[in-house]
């Protein structure tokens, strides 16, 4: 979607991701993407026949739908490093303990790490709060370096390309039980991985002003002071 022109609060959050975007890496500070996308879970009603000579693998129209199931997306772009998490939901609570999987098993070493996510109702530190008791969601919290994408600016999130790579290289065809799903995006996670896909960022700052100066508000210059004779 193309934000409003002259805004402020976009352009605000744009140049803070953007910013985020050029720090060098640093193992002990890793800058992680954060996404989730739904699939829709959907069975085959009758057994598909395979390829043979001179005559194409055979999937019949049906299907049976089989629920939903949710995606998240961690990926941390300088490192070419991606964990998906498969979810029955993505409530609050589901966002929280896959924040809790972020700090303590795949960063269990660093410092603080730098998330980048969207503004969606359930990706806020309250999340925490109605997921663990007290002192253990100020524990997480105080392990996290949060940065939103600003209302309307998802192409800022590098998890969300990773998602869409997912979804066109695995998750294009019918899957009808969680537990297939999972093991699927468990291997593309594990393939593109071992590839180490990595994403150095290149639209700057400066690209931004450049290129997107009509969602920069224009500042109207001030006037010489009245002066009284």
Sequence with gaps: MIPPEQNAEFVCAMEDVLEVYQRPYDEARPVVCFDESSKQLVKETRTPLPAAPRRPATTDYEYERNGTANVFMMFEPLAGKR????????????YAHAIRDLVDVHYPGAERIVLVQDNLNTHKPASLYEAFPPQEARRLFDKLEIHYTPKHGSWLNMAETELSILSRQCLDRRIGERTRLTAEVAAWERSRNTAECRVIWQFTTPDARTKLRRLYPVIEPVGSPLVEH
């Design 83 to 94: 964990q998906v998490k498969v979810t029955d939901r993505r409530t609050a609570v589901d």
